[in-house]
Every structure is written in C-alpha cells, then in structure tokens.
C-alpha cells in the first residue's frame, strides 16, 4: 500500500512538474530566453571571492503593484525596476548581514507577478 502511495505521489510530482509549453507567459508569444548568468549585469550581487563560503541568496518575490497593472506580463522582466527596488532593499536589510562571513551572491530573476499570488496551492 506504502509503494502504490508513493509511487502516485512521484508520478503526481513528476508530472505537475514537467510541461510541454516551453513559455508558460503566453503560448502565443515570444518564446523567453535564458538568462545568460556569466553576465555581471543579470546579477544583483556578484561579489569578488574572497571569503571561504559562497551563500546564494534569493529574494523573495518583489514584482508585486507592477504586477496588477492593466496589460502587465505575467513574469517580471529582469529590468522591472519595482522588483529591483524591493530586491535592492531586500539586499540591504536581509542578505547584507551575511557579507563578513559569505561571498553573497544574488540573481536578478524573472518572477511570477505577486497576483497570482492567490492561485498557488
């Protein structure tokens, strides 16, 4: 019973998170490029190394009132300059703390807009 529950479960999982549409904004539109990160411009933080320990630090979503405008994309672009502030911000009072201790890394990220927020479960 234990191995029929588990093996629904993987297949469930596995399934919900493997997808035939290659661009979840919109099928009709352009298909999104990766983000190349060997770019210092796609990075918030990219500090020189000079510490024993990386930390990779991911900001919490910050495309939020950008997000509920008319005709608003669905991702935040890498330059939306709200999720840039907010992230900057986040920078300064939650990451930053780790600097002494850490080379703290920090992606600029595209993000699912805070109004669909409601449609996670």
Known sequence: MLAAILTC????LLTSCSSSNDNPVDPDSEKIKATDYSNKANWL?????????????????????????????????????EMRQRAMGEYMTNSSVFNESCNVFMPWYRQVGLKYGGEVT
């Open 9 to 12: 479960g993987t297949t469930t």
């Open 45 to 81: 933080q990219m500090p020189e190394i000079t510490k024993d320990v990386d930390a990779f630090y991911i900001y919490g979503t910050s495309y939020i009132d950008d997000s509920f405008k008319e005709g608003a994309p669905n991702y935040a672009p890498l330059d939306n300059q």
